[in-house]
């Protein structure tokens, strides 16, 4: 008998007939529903309603725990919340940089190698060649999409249809906790975007992408800040949320513990740390980031039918609109750097700046995507160098070889033609010659070894379960084999480059030239050189004498540029983390921030589209550089360029002390203060004719503004006394050198 259609024969059995038609109908209703629900776990599917997982062995395992069950998964999990951490304290695990950087390209390479054997006409890179018409139309057609299904989606509400987001208010904490990672950072991928060494030309652009992460940071206001808002909200269930700074963060006991999310948010921490190396990447990235999304809309109006507030998704769908939003504001960056890198490069440059925006773009759709599978990433990345890689393989078999002298004997495997006991021999391996034809024999012997793929090659299955060699190597050694066997692949990244049209070594090379500033100046002071230099220099003469009224004359521009661009960096690594700057003091670095970029006064309603319309520089920046103009000074190209021009000490002190803003933060406001005064002289004399009378007006408010805002930060500084130690420093170091800057105080 089909058992799907014989329920109503065993009711009649039980049922009496004397029982009214009624109750016999809702007791067959109530077993029906049963039965279809047994059937469904049957079926494989678990029941609806529920938080579990179904397994074949009719067992039901806590979805929390799903991750464990398959150790790969947990691991990658690890991996990434490990990332999320460090790369929000970098300046404290500085290590994780070279991991970071393989992660972001690995990646890349991964989404660009799924997307490509898609075919899709429906995806950017169908377009080959850039048209900014042709692009205007592929996002309006994604966003048609949306809205489609989301006018589907309602019908369907309309006719009495079930959410599809989130069933209910247990189901909707779980979805929260679940995407929790991404939203903890949200604009993360533009952190460090805001950087004095980018080159002069491109700081318009520049500024115009950061504004939508200011924008996302509320513009320093506190209650319109993104992850403040999300924050609050999790707290209806997390009441003792942690900082996503923290590494309380990373604990099993909140449940955040989808890997798409961390992965996503782990990618957007990457990108960000590396923003001079992937500019047209990020630009890309936030062009698709910033589109309307389906589940946004979805859960703007199923949250408050639970009892949440729904107000974070409200919010995105609102300020990323495709007219006067984020949407639109991010389509016009990338319109803007491609024509930049036309008028500067030429054709060929920029095409393959559409293809690496290309790249950015797909990274972000891919990783919002469903079934990504990544889990090889712990192995196909490795901090180490392949030389370091291959000293260790050599210590491991050699220490192996000592303990299992006489075992090999009978095998009959060869490796390069010898046998496995020739190989291993104790006299051998001393020969350090020997040893690299070893290892080069080993990594040519299939399938003992297939280079690039560890988890295929036989070398490492025998030293897991099941294996002959199982026990002979601790986890650690085997996890060696892995990176060693995983570092054979050639060129690791190749799809990336080919895609993007740059070879390795050219991208490496470019790479290592933007970096180099911030190489030479990175570093911090520790407490022996606060205590022997502040007393001396807290009773320097110059410290207390009055500023002389200025003519043009009296400044020494050679000392005053130098100091004059490098302020920017004293706080702009401050921010990179969007979770820290969700405080009052976060709040007034970020508005601090905005007025030296030259950016409006902050309002309840933002500028948007407006603002970025503007396309100069008309920041601190912006008028140091005309400063140079008045002065009939060859403009240099870049920061770096400019110090080679004007060298100055305690410029690159600033850069180097600025790479550590939280170890640094009262020294960098304590030098930001002496300069800030620096500007204010400037500011009250327009007679001095380094500027124009609109610039000098311009000078006084963003003087006014920065003022305001430092006021804020002093307050918060005034509750520690270390911070206004390091602060009174700071103030007294920055003061000695900005005196110098007007000929009158030399003595």
């Known amino acids: 008998m089909d058992f799907k259609s014989s329920y109503?024969?065993?009711?009649?059995?039980?049922?009496?007939?004397?029982?009214?038609?009624?109750?016999?109908?809702?007791?067959?209703?109530?077993?029906?529903?049963?039965?279809?629900?047994?059937?469904?776990?049957?079926?494989?599917?678990?029941?609806?309603?529920?938080?579990?997982?179904?397994?074949?062995?009719?067992?039901?395992?806590?979805?929390?725990?799903?991750?464990?069950?398959?150790?790969?998964?947990?691991?990658?999990?690890?991996?990434?919340?490990?990332?999320?951490?460090?790369?929000?304290?970098?300046?404290?695990?500085?290590?994780v940089l070279p991991l970071a950087r393989q992660g972001i390209l690995f990646l890349l390479s991964e989404a660009l190698r799924d997307y490509t054997k898609r075919e899709s006409h429906s995806s950017i890179i169908s377009m080959v060649n850039f048209n900014k018409e042709e692009l205007s139309q592929f996002l309006q057609n994604h966003q048609k999409n949306v809205t489609d299904k989301y006018e589907k989606y309602i019908a369907k509400r309309n006719a009495g249809g079930f959410r599809q987001l989130v069933r209910d208010r247990q189901d909707a904490e779980s979805w929260l906790r679940k995407i929790a990672p991404l939203k903890l950072v949200d604009g993360a991928w533009l952190g460090h975007l805001n950087k004095i060494t980018i080159p002069f030309s491109f700081r318009p652009i520049m500024k115009k992408t950061w504004q939508v992460f200011t924008e996302e940071l509320g513009d320093g206001n506190l209650l319109q800040h993104h992850v403040h808002i999300f924050e609050n909200l999790l707290r209806v269930f997390e009441p003792e949320l942690p900082s996503a700074t923290t590494e309380e963060i990373l604990h099993p006991r909140l449940n955040f513990n989808s890997i798409k999310y961390w992965r996503a948010a782990a990618a957007q921490l990457m990108i960000s740390a590396f923003s001079a190396d992937f500019f047209p990447e990020i630009l890309g990235f936030n062009m698709h980031f910033e589109m309307l999304q389906l589940d946004t809309m979805q859960a703007a109006k199923e949250l408050p039918e639970v009892g949440l507030d729904p107000y974070y998704f409200i919010l995105h769908i609102s300020i990323d609109n495709s007219h006067s939003g984020h949407a639109a504001m991010s389509m016009d960056c990338v319109v803007d750097y491609v024509q930049k890198i036309l008028d500067l490069e030429g054709e060929k440059a920029a095409h393959t700046a559409w293809r690496r925006i290309q790249a950015g773009y797909v990274l972000s759709e891919w990783l919002g995507s469903e079934g990504i599978q990544t889990a090889d990433i712990r192995y196909k990345l490795d901090s180490s160098p392949c030389d370091q890689l291959e000293s260790r393989i050599c210590e491991i078999f050699r220490a192996k070889a000592q303990a299992a002298q006489g075992i090999h004997t009978g095998c009959k495997a060869k490796i390069g033609g010898r046998s496995l006991d020739d190989w291993l021999s104790l006299r051998s391996l001393q020969d350090e010659d020997w040893q690299p034809n070893f290892l080069r024999a080993l990594a040519a012997s299939t399938p003992w070894v297939y280079p690039g793929e560890s988890k295929k090659s036989r070398l490492v299955k025998e030293c897991c379960w099941g294996g002959k060699m199982f026990g002979a190597f601790?986890?650690?050694?085997?996890?060696?084999?892995?990176?060693?066997?995983?570092?054979?692949?050639?060129?690791?990244?190749?799809?990336?480059?080919?895609?993007?049209?740059?070879?390795?070594?050219?991208?490496?090379?470019?790479?290592?030239?933007?970096?180099?500033?911030?190489?030479?100046?990175?570093?911090?002071?520790?407490?022996?050189?606060?205590?022997?230099?502040?007393?001396?220099?807290?009773?320097?003469?110059?410290?207390?004498?009055?500023?002389?009224?200025?003519?043009?004359?009296?400044?020494?521009?050679?000392?005053?540029?130098?100091?004059?661009?490098?302020?920017?960096?004293?706080?702009?690594?401050?921010?990179?983390?969007?979770?820290?700057?969700?405080?009052?003091?976060?709040?007034?670095?970020?508005?601090?921030?905005?007025?030296q970029l030259g950016f409006e006064i902050e309002h309840t309603v933002i500028t948007g589209i407006d603002e970025s319309h503007t396309g100069n520089d008309n920041g601190i920046v912006g008028i140091g550089l005309e400063m140079i103009k008045r002065a009939s000074l060859l403009a240099p190209a870049d920061l770096s360029m400019l110090l080679v021009c004007w060298p100055s000490e305690f410029a690159e002190k600033m850069?180097?002390?600025?790479?550590?803003?939280?170890?640094?933060?009262?020294?960098?406001?304590?030098?930001f203060a002496a300069l800030l005064e620096l500007q204010g002289i400037i500011a009250e004399a327009p007679n001095v004719g380094l500027l124009s009378p609109e610039s000098y007006v311009h000078l006084q408010v963003l003087f006014r503004r920065q003022c305001h805002y430092l006021q804020e930060c002093k307050q918060y500084v005034s509750t520690d006394e270390w911070l206004l130690v390091d602060y009174s420093y700071g103030y007294a170091m920055a003061k000695t050198e900005t005196a110098k800057c007007v000929k009158l105080n030399r003595g």
């Open 474 to 595: 601790t986890r650690e050694e085997v996890s060696t084999l892995q990176q060693w066997i995983d570092s054979l692949e050639p060129r690791r990244n190749l799809f990336y480059f080919d895609f993007v049209g740059l070879s390795e070594d050219i991208h490496c090379r470019d790479c290592s030239r933007s970096n180099i500033l911030s190489q030479k100046t990175s570093g911090s002071l520790n407490s022996t050189d606060l205590t022997d230099e502040i007393t001396p220099l807290l009773h320097h003469p110059q410290l207390s004498s009055t500023w002389p009224k200025l003519s043009a004359s009296d400044l020494d521009l050679p000392l005053l540029l130098p100091l004059w661009f490098s302020q920017c960096s004293l706080l702009e690594s401050f921010v990179y983390a969007p979770g820290r700057t969700a405080d009052p003091m976060g709040c007034a670095v970020v508005r601090l921030l905005r007025a």
């Open 8 to 95: 109503g024969t065993v009711l009649a059995f039980f049922v009496p007939s004397s029982m009214s038609k009624i109750i016999a109908s809702l007791l067959l209703f109530t077993a029906a529903f049963c039965l279809r629900r047994i059937l469904k776990v049957q079926d494989n599917e678990p029941p609806q309603g529920t938080n579990l997982h179904y397994s074949r062995k009719s067992r039901f395992i806590p979805s929390a725990i799903k991750p464990i069950a398959k150790d790969s998964g947990f691991h990658e999990l690890e991996f990434y919340k490990s990332l999320f951490f460090k790369l929000q304290n970098v300046e404290y695990h500085s290590e």
């Open 655 to 671: 850069l180097r002390l600025s790479s550590k803003p939280l170890q640094n933060l009262g020294v960098l406001l304590g030098i």
